[in-house]
């Protein structure tokens, strides 16, 4: 049995089209999804309660961070593999039969993840990581990971060397998307708690490789993740941020002789968290603006569910063009004839454009 558990914090339009492809891609498979709100303020346990009626939900009183929630749903999980899943992604109808068959197919593989496209197209590079060592640490954080993304050598922060369109064992997955063992996440002791929000995905896939197992990546059925929708880029949010990178610094660069780098290290987050907290307070953050100015729209995909949105979308200043050449952003519209998978191969194959997606029988659209 596979138990799916999505950790939310105030996200319930994203969650709706989260829960909406798992519950197509978990078709013919034993399963069952458990969601658990981290204290939301927004309609989540509406949306829950009023539209899906088989999820298990966890409501907490307080949100006390995304690994302690984790570890609350695989406590009551029945399944014997495990889904970590983020509420802003998008996975296809074929994604959990895919990683699920590579997982239980091989004794040695613990977790399983997948490439990851942002709402662009454009790969995450978090899909497949390095151990974040002195050394990989130090090319992240003077540059050089950035100037030679390829490099074995410069790159072993986001394994740069390994072909992101090819299957690899890898040490880190990405706790957006990571499938586990059950009884592997029972032997190395589930998520450290002490991560409040990051980090604790690397710590994980590092206490697992500890223990013998294999982390594999698996690049044939990207899905889509939209990434920070449960978080405010505010000062709360960088606090958090950077210090899960200084707990992480603690934990695995503890010997004497590691000491100066443990510096060198730390040092960098203290300065990278005063330029971002510097950025918050100057309000450089990136802010939603309202519509003033004409929007052309090309929109694409099921023809019914394509002329839903065109008759909800009452706007005059979005004007609906027929090539998406001329258009500032693309509607893919979900439905029968336009499944999810289809939704994320269209933007995989066509990336760098702005996309909406619209679900047949939801109003709007998310991006």
């Given at each position: ?10 996200v ?11 519950q ?21 346990i509406?949306v ?8 298990t ?19 009551i ?88 369109e ?20 029972k ?6 708690e ?8 690397i ?41 899960a ?19 060198i ?7 990278k968290?005063?330029?971002a907290l ?30 839903e949105?065109?008759a ?14 001329h ?28 996309y909406?997606?619209?679900v047949?029988?939801?109003?709007g659209?998310?991006?």
């Amino acid at each position: 049995m596979l138990s799916i558990i999505i950790v939310t914090y105030n996200v319930s339009d994203h969650l709706q089209y989260c829960l909406l492809s798992v519950q197509k891609s978990a078709q013919g498979l034993d399963s069952e999804i458990i969601v658990i709100d981290n204290a939301s303020t927004d309609n989540t346990i509406q949306v829950l309660k009023e539209g899906f009626t088989g999820v298990t939900i966890i409501e907490n009183k307080s949100n006390d961070g995304f690994a302690k929630a984790c570890n609350q749903g695989a406590a009551i999980a029945k399944g014997d593999t495990l889904l970590f899943l983020n509420p802003d992604t998008i996975i296809g109808e074929s994604t959990l039969e895919y990683v699920l068959s590579h997982l239980s197919n091989h004794s040695k593989v613990g977790a399983a993840g997948v490439m990851m496209i942002d709402g662009t197209g454009k790969f995450l590079p978090e899909s497949k990581r390095g151990i974040p060592d002195s050394w990989n640490s130090f090319c992240k954080a003077v540059g050089l990971t950035s100037l030679f993304p390829n490099s074995y050598i410069f790159s072993g922060y986001h394994a740069g060397h390994l072909a992101k369109e090819e299957e690899h064992s890898v040490p880190v997955l990405s706790g957006a998307f990571m499938m586990v063992k059950t009884s592997a996440f029972k032997e190395v002791g589930g998520f450290d708690e002490r991560f409040f929000m990051y980090g604790e995905d690397i710590d994980l896939s590092m206490l697992l490789i500890k223990h013998g197992y294999i982390n594999l990546y698996l690049p044939l059925s990207p899905i889509l993740h939209f990434k920070g929708r449960s978080s405010k880029k505010d000062r709360k949010y960088v606090h958090r941020f950077y210090k899960a990178m200084l707990q992480f610094i603690d934990k695995y660069y503890s010997r004497v002789h590691q000491l100066p780098l443990k510096l060198i290290l730390k040092l960098s987050v203290l300065s990278k968290r005063t330029l971002a907290l510097s950025r918050v307070s100057e309000g450089k953050q990136k802010v939603s603006a309202p519509l003033t100015a004409r929007v052309f729209q090309y929109v694409h995909g099921d023809a019914e569910s394509c002329r839903e949105y065109q008759a909800e979308e009452k706007s005059a200043l979005i004007q609906i063009v027929k090539d998406p050449v001329h258009a500032q952003e693309t509607i893919l519209c979900h439905g029968r004839e336009f499944d999810f998978k289809s939704v994320i191969d269209y933007i995989r194959n066509h990336p760098g454009r702005k996309y909406g997606i619209h679900v047949m029988g939801l109003k709007g659209v998310i991006d």
